[in-house]
T-cell receptor, first 112, second 111 residues
Framework: DTEVTQTPKHLVMGMTNKKSLKCEQH?????MYWYKQKAKKPPELMFV???????INESVPSRFSPECPNSSLLNLHLHALQPEDSALYLC???????????FGPGTRLLVL | DAKTTQPPSMDCAEGRAANLPCNHS???????VYWYRQIHSQGPQYIIH???NNETNEMASLIITEDRKSSTLILPHATLRDTAVYYC????????????FGKGTLLTVNP
């Protein structure tokens, strides 16, 4: 099974809402990633978790809060987002030290 | 600054080989060349990677020049489903390696 799943597929939220994005993999990978992709732009790395600990934060605003509750799950908690945060949010996983990242289909977020 | 330079778009006829070039003239000795692609509205998909030697797998071949300053991804028999943005990425491999995506090449396979 080389699948990374993400829920929900689509999300619309207001600027005062709190929502969460979920990512799951069952490949035994211990590195997990969040990327953000604006329309017609390449993906940009946000966070990296290694062995359930945050190892890289690419200076992401605090209104994005990642969480890795166990080795299979990765969450991204959203609070007080801005319309410019509307984007496709991609999750990926890999072996630690591995050469290949496996991506999920993404969550398309619209902030009104 | 981008580590790689790719043409913004290319066309290919279905059934023909697609050759996608990538320049990475500042590549370091411990940096790999990775290729990913992203079909419209999907997550990126790993294709292949290499350090020095040419590589081949069931999806594609990767040809890296001897000086490692450029490479070519070859899809031997392109199909309509290969229409996608192809990203050439140069990164140090190993623990928690980061993928820094450039603008990529939009490959359109025509019937």
């Amino acid at each position: 099974d080389t699948e990374v799943t993400q829920t929900p597929k689509h999300l619309v939220m207001g600027m005062t809402n709190k929502k969460s994005l979920k990512c799951e993999q069952h490949m035994g990978h211990r590195a997990m990633y969040w990327y953000k992709q604006k329309a017609k732009k390449p993906p940009e790395l946000m966070f990296v978790y290694s062995y359930e600990k945050l190892s890289i934060n690419e200076s992401v605003p605090s209104r994005f809060s990642p969480e890795c509750p166990n080795s299979s799950l990765l969450n991204l908690h959203l609070h007080a987002l801005q319309p410019e945060d509307s984007a496709l949010y991609l999750c990926a996983s890999s072996r630690v030290g591995g050469e290949t990242q496996y991506f999920g289909p993404g969550t398309r977020l619209l902030v009104l | 600054d981008a580590k790689t330079t790719q043409p913004p778009s290319m066309d290919c006829a279905e059934g023909r080989a697609a050759n996608l070039p990538c320049n990475h003239s500042t590549i370091s000795g411990n940096e790999y060349v990775y290729w990913y692609r992203q079909i419209h509205s999907q997550g990126p998909q790993y294709i292949i990677h290499g350090l020095k030697n040419n590589e081949t797998n069931e999806m594609a071949s990767l040809i890296i020049t001897e000086d490692r300053k450029s490479s070519t991804l070859i899809l031997p028999h392109a199909t309509l489903r290969d229409t996608a943005v192809y990203y050439c990425i140069v990164e140090r491999g190993g623990s928690n390696y980061k993928l820094t995506f450039g603008k990529g090449t939009l490959l359109t396979v025509n019937p």
